[in-house]
């Protein structure tokens, strides 16, 4: 694998920061599960495009008729991109993940209402709480967080058909587990349920393969987010079939909705359009567009065996660290992205994310990551602790968390796995200095 050329396409990577000493260090990005920087092609094309920017739909300029060709002809390009049929699905383009399943949610609503969606204890909140208006049950997991197939199997039986959707992430945001989705989708097609895969962390980083409709392991639904995939220019994806959109009326209505409308009368256009209400985000879609030529272009096979490779690497380093709890299964490499959870012992996983950002230019994140009952099964957290958390609104359970992307190396997980080992070996000096540290750091970054 050629990490130099990965590294080359990417914004920033050479990029200095402020540590607390005074001095400026190299940034060291491994927060890419929350976003990602942007490729380099993506920004070329942003700005070849830019003076040719304008409305989309219903105009007759040049500009107009160009731009709105670009977004239309985007919709293949998203679909090719994770093999979905676009003579049976649609795609819809809104601002992000969260969004995208917010409108499934609310699409489905009259629908399925009266019936049970499966979610499981491992999703981040935009695929739990959006479903709780519905008759919604847990699919657990294991102790060490991976999806129970076993239990899902069982409750899909117990439900007996009136299971409308089950609803999991391709790959977790704290774990780094992949999901067996297309296993998934063929146990929950046979008890007629269809299957959404939040695909925010799974698609950046691996292939994936929604599969023919006449397949029992198709994928029904799909939803991810471009800045998760080097396009961060505020643009999501729904996928679905383009059946399941007929005839609803948009969650919402508005301008670029509708075909027809009279005080008494109104047909909305057909999907996507009257799904996609407002002025749609021309760029956003052209940054997607090109994140996804490149990143065809590498091959996403070869960036998940790279990621992979990085993975291995920062978890043998790890686990000869002392005082290092790692949440995950180091057994099944494979079967997860680039993503590793983990505490020291006795330090506040706030103060190891300020010591990694202060003293090694490291950024990572730190907390429950948006999928709390997850990281309260990880910790182990009694029903009591739980209770108490919520009487007292305290954040203090959490991880620390590294995430990699294409353009991270083994060189910066070296320098990583020295500043953790730095860290155990004098974990009450480090308490002390940073305990009362509560603001951030800010300073223009020097010029790279």
């Known amino acids: 694998m050629n990490s130099t050329l990965y590294r080359n396409l990417v914004v920033g990577t050479n990029t200095r920061v402020p540590l607390i000493n005074g001095k400026y260090g190299q940034a060291i990005n491994f ?3 929350a976003t990602t920087p942007a490729l380099i092609t993506v920004v070329q094309e942003i700005l070849r ?27 293949n390009i998203v679909a ?43 999703e981040h909140h935009s695929n739990d709480l959006p479903w709780r208006k519905y008759n919604i049950d847990y699919v657990t997991v294991d102790e060490c967080g991976r999806l129970s197939l076993k239990d899902l199997k069982e409750k899909l039986e117990m439900y007996s058909g009136k299971v409308a959707l089950v609803t999991l992430t391709g ?33 950046p980083h691996s292939p994936v393969d929604m599969k023919p409709m006449n397949s029992e392991e198709h994928i029904d639904y799909l939803a991810f987010s471009a800045h998760k995939m080097y396009a961060p220019f505020g643009i999501g994806v729904l996928i679905g079939p ?33 799904d996609e209400s407002g002025s749609p985000n021309v760029v956003g879609v052209v940054a997607l567009a090109s994140a996804i030529e490149t990143l065809s272009y590498l091959g996403m096979e070869n960036i998940e065996k790279y990621e992979n490779t990085l993975t291995r690497y920062a978890l043998k380093a790890m686990s000869k660290i002392p005082h290092i709890k790692i ?10 992205i680039g993503t590793i959870a983990f505490n020291i012992e006795g330090i506040n996983h706030e103060i190891v994310a300020k010591i990694l950002s202060y ?90």
């Open 49 to 75: 495009f830019l003076p040719l920017y304008s409305s989309v739909h219903r105009g007759f300029g040049y500009k107009s008729q160009l731009s709105t060709k670009l977004y239309e002809d985007s919709r």
């Open 31 to 33: 927060d890419n599960a």
């Open 359 to 448: 003293e090694g230019g490291i950024a990572v994140r730190n907390g429950c990551f948006c999928a709390q009952p997850y990281v309260q099964k990880l910790l182990k957290m009694s029903k009591k602790q739980i209770e108490e958390r919520i009487r007292t609104g305290s954040h203090e359970p959490g991880m620390v968390r590294i995430s990699f992307g294409m353009y991270n190396t083994k060189r910066e997980i070296d320098v990583l796995i020295s500043l953790l080992n730095k860290i155990v070996t004098n974990r009450k000096r480090y308490i002390e200095k940073y305990k009362n540290i509560t603001s951030e750091l800010y300073f223009k970054p020097e010029n790279s």
């Open 327 to 336: 949440y995950c299964d180091g057994t099944n490499l494979n079967d997860r």
């Open 80 to 122: 090719k991109f994770v093999s979905a049929d676009p003579k049976y699905n649609t795609v819809i383009f809104v601002k992000n993940t969260t969004e995208a399943i917010n409108k499934l949610s609310n699409i489905l609503y009259k629908k399925y209402k009266d019936y049970i969606v499966l979610s499981t204890d491992m």
């Open 171 to 203: 790959a977790s945001n704290i774990t780094g587990y992949k999901n067996p989705i297309h296993e998934v989708a063929k146990l929950a097609h046979r008890y007629g349920a269809k299957v959404l895969v939040d695909g925010a962390q799974l698609v």
């Open 242 to 274: 383009k059946e399941d959109f007929k005839d609803v009326p948009p969650d919402y209505p508005g301008g670029g909705t509708v075909d027809i409308v009279t005080h008494d009368y109104i047909k909305w256009f057909d999907t996507p359009h009257k």
